[in-house]
T-cell receptor, first 116, second 114 residues
Framework: DGGITQSPKYLFRKEGQNVTLSCEQN?????MYWYRQDPGQGLRLIYY???????QKGDIAEGYSVSREKKESFPLTVTSAQKNPTAFYLC???????????????FGPGTRLTVL | GQQLNQSPQSMFIQEGEDVSMNCTSS?????WLWYKQDPGEGPVLLIA?????ELTSNGRLTAQFGITRKDSFLNISASIPSDVGIYFC??????????????FGKGTKLTVNP
């Protein structure tokens, strides 16, 4: 089946540790995104990547890092510099059409990170 | 930057009732998307709207792209318990540099009482 997978579903870490969240897609989508969701808030963009080996900061990139070495994979690292890392993290992907126009974004199931 | 005002923030309704929610903005959008998120899951796309004035249905769901391109609404008819969840609107707009960006509303939390 085609889709986006995120693992693990639940993740617990001690304060001060870096942690990497996985996101994989087999939809052959060019663009991938990471969002953070907090209770009562909309989705806030952390980082996005429109092509392999290139990525851009979103609205709340501080304390996070990403890589895009393969088209299918866009891992997110939550570093110890992130002041309030406990949240629900969502990965998404979309076809990135020519001219910078993006298509509808499809989401993975999410990873709930709790930092103790 | 572009912001979407989604309302209502939450709704409590009886099974069988119709539901209406909307998103408004002071900015123009090229595409409107409506997503539903079940607890602990990622949002799932319900309806995509690409043209001003467009009215699109998906089963009991109907959504419209406002004629001014600054708003959109979603209606759910004859609600059932499985309609429970958070509904998000999202709008695609043309950002500086010529690329399109997506912005989300804060969601409408729907509770359906059997």
């Amino acid at each position: 089946d085609g889709g986006i997978t995120q693992s693990p579903k639940y993740l617990f870490r001690k304060e001060g540790q870096n942690v990497t969240l996985s996101c994989e897609q087999n939809l052959n989508h060019d663009a991938m995104y990471w969002y953070r969701q907090d209770p009562g808030q909309g989705l806030r963009l952390i980082y996005y990547s429109q092509i392999v080996n290139d990525f851009q900061k979103g609205d709340i990139a501080e304390g996070y890092s990403v890589s895009r070495e393969k088209k299918e994979s866009f891992p997110l690292t939550v570093t110890s510099a992130q002041k309030n890392p406990t949240a629900f993290y969502l990965c998404a992907s979309s076809i990135d059409q020519a001219g910078g126009y993006t298509d509808t974004q499809y989401f993975g199931p999410g990873t709930r990170l709790t930092v103790l | 930057g572009q912001q979407l005002n989604q309302s209502p923030q939450s709704m409590f309704i009886q099974e069988g009732e119709d539901v209406s929610m909307n998103c408004t903005s002071s900015s123009i959008f090229n595409t409107w998307l409506w997503y539903k998120q079940d607890p602990g899951e990622g949002p799932v796309l319900l309806i995509a709207l690409y043209k001003a004035g467009e009215l699109t249905s998906n089963g009991r769901l109907t959504a419209q792209f406002g004629i001014t391109r600054k708003d959109s609404f979603l209606n759910i008819s004859a609600s059932i318990p499985s309609d429970v969840g958070i509904y998000f609107c999202a709008g695609l707009f043309l950002a500086q540099g010529g690329s399109e960006k997506l912005v989300f509303g804060k969601g409408t939390k729907l509770t359906v009482n059997p």
